[in-house]
């Protein structure tokens, strides 16, 4: 069954000098996750946030730390952030070959697992894992850089999706990642997403905006 819609601003496109206020801003504008960004300058083409980082933020607020692995070799990394408190870590089913392993260290350190789908891999690629996982994400841009423009035949792998957790019987969420706008939320709502990630359409009025612009994506996709 899907669930109401929940709203995970990404980090990734605030100031990084100042991403301890911009979690503030996020939290005091009703985000009901923090998305969180990892990338390796490997796996995709852009360095970003490591463990460390996660681990100054989890001071600043208890709210859901939405954490999105894009790294390769993940097993090295995933132990580092476990412990920086990640609530929710979701990692590629592309990261490498082990995809079950990786979902299990999750789960046995109390979190939340999630796995992330790139536009070019098809829904089928998690149905290994849909008795063990607690969401599935649909990239609707190719990783690595924000503000990319939203990749609209991704509807429909969307709706595949959501099909597959419906049939698992399973409170599996359905997160979309990519482009994601008050004219594009109400698009992958009525595909099936539950959780909406977005970045530079938050932050795009500043740090005393992202309150107004996360209410629109609430009105837009209810």
Do not use: W
Not at 8 to 34: C, Q, R, T
């Amino acid at each position: 069954m899907r669930r109401s819609t929940r709203i995970a601003p990404s980090i990734l496109s605030a100031d990084f000098a100042e991403l301890g206020a911009a979690v503030d801003s996020l939290v005091a504008g009703g985000a009901d996750y923090i998305h969180i960004d990892v990338m390796d300058g490997h796996f995709v083409p852009n360095l970003t946030i490591g463990p460390a980082v996660v681990k100054a933020l989890r001071k600043r607020t208890d709210r859901t730390f939405d954490t999105h692995l894009m790294i390769s070799p993940l097993e090295p990394l995933l132990p580092d952030f476990l412990d920086a408190g990640a609530d929710i870590v979701t990692v590629h089913a592309e990261a490498g070959p082990h995809l079950h392993r990786s979902v299990q260290r999750i789960r046995e350190a109390g979190r939340r697992a999630g796995v992330a789908l790139n536009p070019g891999t098809p829904a089928s690629a998690v149905d290994a894992v849909l008795g063990d996982i607690d969401l599935v994400l649909a990239m609707t841009v190719d990783p690595g850089f924000g503000g990319q423009s939203f990749l609209r035949a991704q509807c429909a792998k969307i709706a595949a999706l959501r099909a597959r957790i419906d049939e698992s019987g399973r409170e599996i969420d359905l997160e979309v990642d990519g482009g994601i706008t008050d004219e594009t939320a109400a698009e992958v709502r009525a595909a099936g997403a539950d959780v909406l990630v977005a970045g530079s359409f938050v932050f795009a009025d500043g740090l005393e905006g992202c309150a107004g612009r996360i209410r629109r994506l609430r009105e837009a996709a209810p």
